[in-house]
């Protein structure tokens, strides 16, 4: 997870998807600008496109996320890479939305990032 430098909370790594360019490779693009890891010979599961309730939306244009998700258990290392890049950038365990809200509430005095809430209530395990 990242912290947003705009205030609106923590969110999963993520940004625009270039014109042309395949979700999964955005994935790993916006992964490694946002936290500095490199993934490499792992498989990427996109999921469907859907409507998220971004704050920067208007009338006139919206945001539309692709969830990307991969499996790291178990690392060739042993453990998870550091992550660094964004001004606050940590693994979290998410084994539920509601532990994830906890731990982000008690570590780092944080909040789930709004438009993220559904993906993330959907998506663990």
């Not at 690392?75 to 550091?82: E, I, K, N, Q, T």
């Amino acid at each position: 997870m990242v912290e947003r430098s705009d205030g609106h909370g923590w969110a999963v790594p993520g940004g625009y998807v270039e014109p042309g360019q395949d979700p999964a490779h955005a994935a790993v693009r916006e992964l490694e600008e946002e936290t500095g890891l490199t993934l490499g010979g792992v498989s990427w599961r996109v999921l469907p496109a859907r409507y998220v309730p971004d704050p920067r939306a208007s009338d006139e244009a919206w945001m539309v996320t692709v969830p990307s998700t991969v499996h790291l258990d178990p690392l060739p290392h042993g453990g998870l890479p550091a992550v660094a890049g964004a001004e606050r950038a940590a693994w979290v365990r998410v084994d539920t939305y509601t532990d994830l809200v906890a731990h982000l509430a008690a570590v780092y005095r944080g909040r789930v990032f709004a438009a993220h809430r559904a993906m993330l209530t959907e998506l663990p395990g």
